[in-house]
C-alpha cells in the first residue's frame, strides 16, 4: 500500500479498515515530558507534529480569571486549583440543588471568539493531519458543575437535577458541533470519565436511565453532522460497554489494561463495530518501568489491536508529567519498527 498521509491514516483506522501502519497520538503530553524530548517547541501540537504524531487536538476556547493560591474561575463557574500538571482540578461548583440550576447560564456556544483556536489548528494543520476537536457528551460538564461527590449523591436523591445537567450538556455540545462542523472539523472527541478500575461510577440501571439515553442523543447528532467520534472513558466499562457502543460512537478509548479492559478481548467482542485506541500502561508500566518493558508491552498492544485494522496505538490515558521521557519514546519506536501493515508481529 502506498504511504497514506496522517489525515488518511486516522480516517481509514475510523472507518475500521487497514491503513499502511498502524496511527499514533495521544490526548495531552505534559509539558515536562515534552520538554525533555524536544525542547522549544511551540505548543502541544507542535511537539505532535514533530514527534510524528498522526493527529493534533484542539479545544474551543474557555476563558479563564486567576484568582489568588493559584485558583481561576472557569467561564463554566466552577473554580479550580492549579496543579503539577497541565489540567486543575474543581475545588468548589456552582450547582448543588436544582434551584442553582435554574439559575444557572452557561457559557454562550456561540460567543465571539469561541473557535478561535478551532480554526486556527484547522487552518494551521488540516490538510495533512487529523484535526481532533474536544468536546463533551454526558458526563463531565454535570460533574464540573456540581462536583463528583455531589453528583453521584443526587443519582440516587436527586435525578431529576441530574438528568437537567445531562440534557443540558447535550444540547451545548451539539450547538458547538455543529459549529466546529461548519468550519471543517471532522473528528470530534468526548473525555468523559464514566468509571473507575474496579467499575462504573454509576451503577448500570442508573446510567441506563440517566446518561446513555442522552449518550445516544449527542452521538446521533454528531453523526448527522458528518462527524466521526472517539470515545474516552478510563476504568472497568465491561458492565456498560455494550451500551457505550450502541450510542453510535466510532472508537473507543483506551481500553483501561490496569481495570482489567484486554484489548484482545474487546477488539474479538466489538472491532466488528467500532475501532480502538490505546492501551500501553501508562499509571504504572511507562511512569515506572524501563524502555525494554515499554516496548513489549507496545509490540503486546499491537499484537491484540491491529489485525484487520481499526486500531490507534497510544497509552492507557495520555503522557502525564509522570511518564518517563525514554518509556514514551520506546513506545513509538517500536511502533515504527512493527506497527506496518501487512502485520508482522
Not at 141 to 167: F, H, Y
Request: with cysteine; net charge negative; proline share 6%.
Amino acid at each position: 500500500m502506498a504511504n497514506l498521509s496522517s489525515k488518511e491514516r486516522i480516517h481509514r483506522v475510523l472507518e475500521r479498515q487497514e491503513p499502511d501502519r498502524v496511527p499514533h497520538f495521544e490526548w495531552l503530553v505534559d509539558r515536562k515530558v515534552r520538554e525533555a524530548i524536544l525542547p522549544g517547541c511551540v505548543d502541544a501540537n507542535d511537539f505532535a507534529v514533530r514527534i510524528g504524531s498522526d493527529a493534533v487536538i484542539v479545544d474551543p476556547n474557555f476563558t479563564n480569571t486567576p484568582l489568588a493560591g493559584g485558583r481561576y474561575l472557569s467561564e463554566w463557574g466552577y473554580v479550580a486549583q492549579k496543579t503539577h500538571e497541565e489540567h486543575g482540578i474543581e475545588v468548589e461548583s456552582p450547582i448543588q440543588t436544582m434551584a442553582d440550576f435554574e439559575r444557572y447560564t452557561p457559557p454562550d456556544p456561540y460567543a465571539p471568539g469561541r473557535y478561535d483556536a478551532v480554526e486556527k489548528v484547522l487552518a494551521t494543520y488540516g490538510d495533512h493531519y487529523a484535526v481532533i476537536v474536544h468536546l463533551n457528551d454526558v458526563f463531565s460538564i454535570p460533574r464540573t458543575l456540581m462536583g463528583m461527590e455531589s453528583l453521584l449523591m443526587a443519582v440516587a436523591a436527586e435525578p431529576e437535577l441530574v438528568q437537567a445537567l445531562v440534557d443540558m450538556s447535550v444540547d451545548i455540545n451539539l450547538k458547538m458541533a455543529k459549529e466546529v462542523a461548519r468550519r471543517g472539523a471532522k473528528i470530534v472527541y468526548t473525555g468523559d470519565d464514566v468509571a473507575w478500575t474496579r467499575g462504573p461510577l454509576l451503577s448500570p440501571r442508573h446510567f441506563r436511565e440517566l446518561l446513555y439515553p442522552g449518550l445516544c442523543r449527542v452521538m446521533r447528532g454528531f453523526k448527522e453532522l458528518g462527524l466521526m467520534v472517539i470515545k474516552h472513558t478510563d476504568g472497568n466499562l465491561w458492565p456498560i460497554i455494550d451500551m457505550i457502543v450502541d450510542s453510535g460512537i466510532d472508537c473507543l478509548d483506551p481500553i483501561d489494561p490496569t481495570a482489567g479492559m484486554d484489548l484482545a478481548e474487546v477488539k474479538a467482542k466489538y472491532g466488528h463495530r467500532i475501532a480502538l485506541k490505546g492501551n500501553v500502561d501508562c499509571a504504572s508500566l511507562m511512569s515506572f518501568g524501563t524502555p525494554a518493558e515499554t516496548a513489549e508491552a507496545t509490540k503486546a498492544a499491537l499484537r491484540k489491536g491491529m489485525q484487520g485494522g481499526g486500531y490507534i496505538l497510544s497509552s492507557s490515558n495520555s503522557i502525564h508529567s509522570g511518564v518517563k521521557p525514554e518509556n514514551y519514546l520506546a513506545m513509538i519506536r517500536t511502533l515504527h519498527e512493527f506497527g506496518s501493515y501487512p502485520m508482522r508481529l
